[in-house]
């Protein structure tokens, strides 16, 4: 099971890395509410690289709120996670 997760983090593409991060740290919250110690430790289970996910997320999330309120995501220049 755990090499399975390794082949499939290894073969995703960047921005679904992204999408992961999103994802497990929403369904962490049914764990856990608030963003405590306890909550990344839950993450980092999941994903033990998700520092550097959050990190490009929290620095490029606000390119995805422009595209989602006025649909110019291709207007935009969206930088690339890698
Ligand atoms: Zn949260």
């Known amino acids: ?32 509410k608030n963003h405590t110690p306890e909550f990344w430790h839950i993450i980092g289970l999941i994903l033990p690289d998700y520092e550097t996910r959050k990190e490009w997320l929290d620095k490029n999330g606000k390119y995805f709120s422009g595209w989602i309120e006025n649909s110019n995501c291709l207007k935009n220049s969206i930088p690339i996670y890698d």
């Open 1 to 32: 099971m755990r090499e399975v997760s390794s082949l499939r983090q290894e073969h995703q593409s960047p921005l679904m890395r992204i999408v992961d991060y999103i994802v497990v740290h929403e369904m962490a919250h049914m764990t856990e």
